[in-house]
C-alpha cells in the first residue's frame, strides 16, 4: 500500500517523463503483488470465513474495475491526470492505513494466534510459496492487462467504436466478473 501510495505521488508529480516512468513502475510493481499478498492476508484474519473473505475481496475488486472507466473518464473531465494519480496515491494511504487497523484489531481479539511479524523472515522461509504465486499468476495478468489496457484504443480505432462507448463496454467485461466472484 505504502509503494502504491508513492508510485501515485511521484507519477503525479513527475517534472519529466523519466520521472513519471518511475512512479508508474513502482505503481506497477506494488500492484502488481497485491493479489499475491491479499489472499493469505485474508486467510489469515478470516479463517473460518476464508470462501466467503475472498469473494467479497474479488466482488469488490470487480465492481471497482466495473467503475474505474466511468470514475476515470470523469476526473479527467473535471481534473487534470496529475490529479488522479494523486487520487490514488492518497486512497491507497488511507486504504493501508485502515487496512493496518484491522489487522492490528483482528491479531488483538485472538492472542493464541501465532502470526510470523517479520516480513524478511517470512520471506526467505516461503520464497518458494511466494515464487510459484507470483509465476502462475505472472503469465496470466501479463495477458489480460494487455487486454484490457488496448481494449479502448482497438475499439475505437478498428471498430469505429467512441470513446464512451468503448470505455462503456469495457466496464460490461469487468462486470460480467462481478457475479463469478461472490459466487
Known amino acids: 500500500g505504502i509503494l502504491v501510495s508513492c508510485g501515485g505521488f511521484v507519477a503525479a508529480v513527475a517534472p519529466s517523463i523519466e520521472v513519471f516512468i518511475v512512479g508508474a513502475f513502482v505503481l506497477g510493481m506494488a500492484t502488481g503483488g497485491y493479489f499475491v499478498a491479499a489472499n493469505p492476508l485474508l486467510a489469515e484474519l478470516y479463517p473460518a470465513q476464508l470462501g466467503r473473505a475472498i469473494g467479497t475481496h474479488g466482488t469488490s475488486h470487480q465492481i471497482g474495475a466495473t467503475a474505474a472507466p466511468f470514475v476515470v473518464t470523469g476526473v479527467l473531465y473535471l481534473t487534470t491526470w496529475r490529479f488522479a494519480f494523486a487520487s490514488i496515491g492518497a486512497l491507497a494511504l488511507i486504504s493501508t492505513g485502515w487496512l493496518f487497523l484491522i489487522v492490528r484489531d483482528s491479531l488483538d481479539e485472538s492472542p493464541n494466534c501465532s502470526v510470523d511479524t517479520s516480513f524478511l523472515s517470512s520471506v526467505g522461509r516461503q520464497w518458494q510459496v511466494i515464487a510459484s504465486g507470483v509465476g502462475m499468476t505472472a503469465g496470466v495478468l501479463f495477458v489480460w ?13 478498428a471498430k469505429a467504436v467512441t470513446d464512451l462507448a468503448a470505455n462503456a463496454l469495457l466496464s460490461v467485461t469487468f462486470a460480467a466478473g462481478i457475479p463469478a466472484f461472490w459466487y
Do not use: I, K, Q, R
Not at 492487462?145 to 480505432?157: C, E, H, K
Open 145 to 157: 492487462m494487455g487486454v484490457y489496457s488496448f481494449y479502448v484504443p482497438f475499439l475505437v480505432s
